[in-house]
């Protein structure tokens, strides 16, 4: 998923002209839910995620977990942060109950307990990468690397349990993805039909992955540009790609094989502050602000999520 704010000295991000498709203003159609939830200040969010009930957002300044209802706007810290820790993309598994959280530059991936937030396990695959997106399939945690052309994979045991930490492997990429030299490559990552979906963050690109050998297929994009890509969300064949940089989020519409997608609408917000990521919930989507280019972000700075209609 994202976090330019933390290779500001070595990566510049370069917007685009203004989109192709007419913005969508976020309207009236859930009023009864809060516009703004605004997170613990000093925050510092990169992902969110979703029970289907509660969001949960990640801290990349020492891997907290908040938990909040967006019924209401009321939230608490699930897990306190640490030393030496860091969330970026998170994810819920349903099926153990587990938040899988990626570690960007410490190359970590943890499972951790949904209702208390509890560390279960933890996956280490070596420094020098930036462990960025990540998602939960039947089989695996596949995350994004956004420093190299690898996915950090963990298999997944069919018995439900969380798996041993000598599981973890990596799967290299192949085939139409070409990293682009320092900058962020692949970012956010979902699911769909036995094959991933990612995006890179530095040209725009999606591609289709076998999530079996890597071999890596670009999905042809129409009517809709995503340049600064960062986290994806799934509803449907609705594919939400937030673009971080340009405070916007697209909505493309998918074929059942994941080769083509077209361009839906664009959401976009005056609260959207660089959003890093999104999650449905509640019939909303659901944009956490990183604020990726204030330099010298304090205890003080405020963070918040920005609730946006989801696309007709």
Do not use: C
Request: proline share 5%; hydrophobic share 45%; charged share 20%.
């Amino acid at each position: 998923m994202r976090a330019f704010r933390l290779l500001a000295a070595a990566l510049t991000v370069v917007g685009m002209s203004a989109p192709m498709l007419q913005p969508v203003a976020a309207g009236a159609e859930q009023r009864a839910l809060p516009r703004r939830i605004d997170l613990p200040r000093g925050w510092q969010p990169e992902g969110i995620t979703t029970d289907g009930t509660s969001l949960y957002v990640g801290s990349l300044k020492n891997g907290a977990i908040w938990k909040a209802d967006p019924s209401t706007g009321d939230g608490r810290v699930l897990a306190a942060g640490k030393r030496g820790r860091s969330a970026a993309g998170v994810d819920f598994d349903r099926r153990r109950n587990v938040l899988w959280v990626a570690g960007a530059t410490t190359g970590v991936i943890r499972a951790q307990n949904a209702r208390t937030g509890k560390v279960i396990a933890s996956y280490s695959f070596g420094k020098g990468r930036f462990l960025n997106d990540l998602t939960v399939t039947r089989r695996a945690v596949y995350a994004t690397d956004s420093f190299s052309s690898e996915l950090a994979v963990i298999p997944l045991p069919r018995s439900g349990r969380v798996p041993l930490a000598r599981r973890a492997r990596t799967l290299t990429l192949s085939g139409d993805f070409k990293p682009v030299a320092n900058q962020f490559n692949l970012n956010g990552i979902v699911h769909r039909n036995g094959w991933l979906l990612a995006v890179q963050s530095a040209n725009g690109q999606l591609f289709r992955i076998n999530p079996g050998t890597g071999t890596t297929t670009r999905v042809a994009v129409t009517k809709a540009r995503l340049l600064n890509g960062d986290g994806l969300e799934l509803q449907g064949d609705t594919l939400y790609v937030v673009r971080n940089m340009n405070n916007r989020v697209v909505a493309l519409d998918l074929n059942h094989r994941l080769t083509a997608a077209a361009g839906l609408a664009v959401l976009t917000h005056r609260s959207l502050d660089v959003p890093a990521t999104a999650a449905v919930a509640r019939g909303a989507l659901w944009a956490v602000n990183a604020r990726f280019e204030i330099t010298k972000p304090t205890k003080r700075t405020p963070y918040w999520i920005t609730r946006l209609p989801l696309a007709r």
